[in-house]
């Protein structure tokens, strides 16, 4: 069964400031996905940045960047220049063939 | 850009009523999603449908929920018999089919439906 473990229930930020997100999973699978999703106080679930298990490279999207350890099944978020509007929830997800499993989530608060 | 959309945004209604969700997926998706959120909870997985039937579904989808493609547009989750315990936000989500461009193995959701049963 696959697992997703959000070990940080709340963090704060300083505005302009870097935040990384911990998350570690488990699973049995070599082929798969990774997801961070952002939920603002609206509850929308919006994605924020994804990663293909196989591609060694992290992924980049603008001021977010993920730190992939594979063998240690660890998927980090950083969020530079942190910024008011990234106050939301932080969920990490992982995917197989098809259905997502979320871990609980990460409260970020960017305190201006 | 092309989004989900779901509707109604907040649906109240009387336990024991049945109730239907609505949703429309991105317009070239093949892959559809129904996830649950209890209020202060992770996102749940309900159900994966693929080619008009489903293709997963989870422990909470018992026999009191079912899912619909009644076009080719609409996506519909409905409840038979809404329980207190079905409140949550409800959402929709949708995949590209590998090959059809996009992302093919990102999902995107929808806004949500709030269900409140009382």
């Known amino acids: 069964a696959q697992t997703v473990t959000q070990s940080q229930p709340e963090m704060s930020v300083q505005e302009a400031e870097t935040v990384t997100l911990s998350c570690t999973y488990d699973?049995?699978?070599?082929?798969?996905?990774l997801f961070w999703y952002k939920q603002p106080p609206s509850r929308q679930m919006i994605l924020v940045i994804r990663?293909?298990?196989?591609?060694?490279q992290n992924a980049t999207e603008n001021r977010f960047s993920v730190n992939f350890q594979k063998a240690a099944k660890s998927f980090s978020l950083k969020i530079s220049d942190s910024q008011l509007g990234d106050t939301a929830m932080y969920f990490c997800?992982?995917?197989?063939?098809?259905?997502?499993?979320f871990g609980t989530g990460t409260r970020l608060t960017v305190i201006p | 850009e092309p989004e989900v959309t779901q509707t109604p945004s907040h649906q109240v209604t009387q336990m024991g009523q049945e109730v239907i969700l609505r949703c429309v997926p991105i317009?070239?998706?093949?892959?559809f999603y129904w996830y649950r959120q209890i209020l202060g909870q992770k996102v749940e997985f309900l159900v994966s449908?693929?080619?008009?039937?489903?293709?997963?579904k989870s422990e909470i989808f018992d026999d009191q929920f079912s899912v619909e493609r009644p076009d080719g547009s609409n996506f519909t989750l409905k409840i038979r018999s809404t329980k207190l315990e079905d409140s949550a936000m409800y959402f929709c989500?949708?995949?590209?089919?590998?090959?059809?461009?996009?992302?093919?193995?990102?999902?995107?959701f929808g806004p949500g439906t709030r269900l409140t049963v009382l």
């Open positions: 989500a949708s995949k590209a089919l590998r090959g059809s461009g996009g992302s093919t193995d990102t999902q995107y």
């Open positions: 699973t049995s699978e070599s082929n798969y996905y």
């Open positions: 990663q293909e298990a196989y591609k060694q």
């Open positions: 997800a992982f995917s197989r063939a098809n259905n997502l499993f």
């Open positions: 317009s070239n998706h093949l892959y």
């Open positions: 449908f693929y080619n008009n039937e489903i293709s997963e």
